[in-house]
C-alpha cells in the first residue's frame, strides 16, 4: 500500500466552513489581520483548504504587511492564475490549480527574486507544519 499522508490521515476531510466557502467558491475575502496564518513562521507546507493540493511552502512565505498571508512563490503544479477585470481593476486572481477554488490575488510589488507578492486569503490555506521531529 502506498500513502503519502502523514499525520491528519487520509480520506474525506472535514467540511469547509461557511467562512471558507465565501473565499474558495465566492470568491471572497476575508478580514485584514483575521488570519492565525500572518504570524505562522514554522517550517512547513501550504495546502488548499478544499483538496489538498500543495500550494506553497513557508520558505516563500513573508510578511508583506498587508494583513494577508503573502508568499514570493507558488508552487507550479498547484497554484494557476487568470487575469480578473471585475471591479474595474486589472489583477491576476489566483486559484487551485486542482479544485480552481479561489485563493487571492497575485501582485507585482513583492520581493526578490520573483517581485511577486501572493496575496492569499488564510482561510483558503490549511498550514501542515513539517513533521522533521527535533526542532523545536
Ligand atoms: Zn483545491
Not at 483575521?34 to 495546502?47: A, C, D, I, M, V
Not at 493540493?53 to 513557508?58: D, I
Amino acid at each position: 500500500m502506498t500513502s503519502s499522508c502523514s499525520s491528519g490521515g487520509c480520506g474525506p476531510r472535514a467540511p469547509l466552513t461557511p467562512e471558507q466557502e465565501q473565499i474558495l467558491l465566492g470568491h471572497g475575502t476575508e478580514y485584514p489581520g483575521s488570519s492565525p496564518l500572518n504570524g505562522e513562521k514554522r517550517p512547513g507546507t501550504y495546502h488548499c483548504a478544499a483538496c489538498g493540493t500543495l500550494l506553497f511552502s513557508s520558505t516563500t512565505k513573508y510578511e508583506s504587511g498587508s494583513g494577508w498571508p503573502s508568499f514570493w512563490a507558488a508552487e507550479p503544479q498547484g497554484v494557476a492564475t487568470r487575469r480578473d477585470t471585475s471591479h474595474g481593476m486589472v489583477r491576476e486572481e489566483a486559484h487551485c490549480a486542482q479544485c480552481e477554488g479561489h485563493l487571492g490575488h497575485v501582485f507585482n510589488d513583492g520581493p526578490p527574486p520573483t517581485g511577486l507578492r501572493y496575496c492569499m486569503n488564510g482561510l483558503a490555506l490549511d498550514f501542515r507544519p513539517s513533521a522533521t521531529g527535533s526542532a523545536g
